[in-house]
């Protein structure tokens, strides 16, 4: 299996103009993460999809921040638009839902963003 | 709000030293712990997943273990090297599959 990938890898972008990245899951997962890690906040949950519908999205920081997952082999987090506090790297994770709630999530590469 | 916190944040040992690593969390209800590692500019790989109902899971040189009433977890990392170099991040599962986080404890072992 080639694991989480995510693209682009890495993305410069300057203030004010749309910023989308992409996960494609590993097949058969059913839920799937948005995570955003910087220095300051370390890693911190965005949002939470479970069989391509939004469980939980308390963690998306504010409107400019959207989710989708238009089917169970793709989602896209975009940020329109972008400012430089964005700035971080956003990783994409992705698991089987277990009957007792919790198992292994397994994480992309990461998306290394830049807003000038 | 959960809260998880890992001490050291960094740590520096010489080749072939056995280290523990701490996790606490403050809300004791949760599904599972897990650790991970992450390189740098890397993403993370999940090392050990321990569910709430056990007490510690072993994988190779790798044993975490786990105290759910006093709101705690150690990795152990046997015989380390300078392999072994990377951050490790502690993280719970409180609701679901929704992953709290700790700061992680950065790790250098030296030849």
């Known amino acids: 299996d080639a694991g989480v990938i995510q693209s682009p890898r890495h993305e410069v972008t300057e203030m004010g103009q749309e910023v989308t990245l992409r996960c494609k899951p590993i097949s058969g997962h059913n839920s799937l993460f948005w995570y955003r890690q910087t220095m300051m906040r370390g890693l911190e949950l965005l949002i939470y999809f479970n069989n391509n519908v939004p469980i939980d999205d308390s963690g998306m920081p504010e409107d400019r921040f959207s989710a989708k997952m238009p089917n169970a082999s793709f989602s896209t987090l975009k940020i329109q638009p972008s400012e430089p506090r964005d700035s971080a790297v956003y990783f994409c994770a992705s698991s089987k839902r277990g009957l007792a709630g919790g198992e292994t999530q397994y994480f992309g590469p990461g998306t290394r963003l830049l807003v000038l | 709000k959960q809260e998880v916190t890992q001490i050291p944040a960094a740590l520096s040992v010489p080749e072939g030293e056995n280290l523990v690593l701490n996790c606490s969390f403050t809300?004791?209800?949760?599904?599972?712990l897990q650790w991970f590692r992450q390189d740098p500019g890397k993403g993370l790989t999940s090392l050990l997943l321990?569910?709430?109902?056990?007490r510690e899971q072993t994988s190779g040189r790798l044993n975490a273990s786990l105290d759910k009433s006093s709101g705690r977890s150690t990795l152990y990392i046997a015989a380390s090297q300078p392999g072994d170099s990377a951050t490790y991040l502690c993280?719970?599962?409180?609701?679901?599959?929704?992953?709290?986080f700790g700061g992680g404890t950065r790790l250098m072992v030296k030849p």
């Open positions: 321990i569910q709430s109902s056990q």
């Open positions: 993280a719970v599962n409180n609701a679901g599959n929704m992953l709290t």
């Open positions: 809300d004791s209800a949760i599904y599972n």
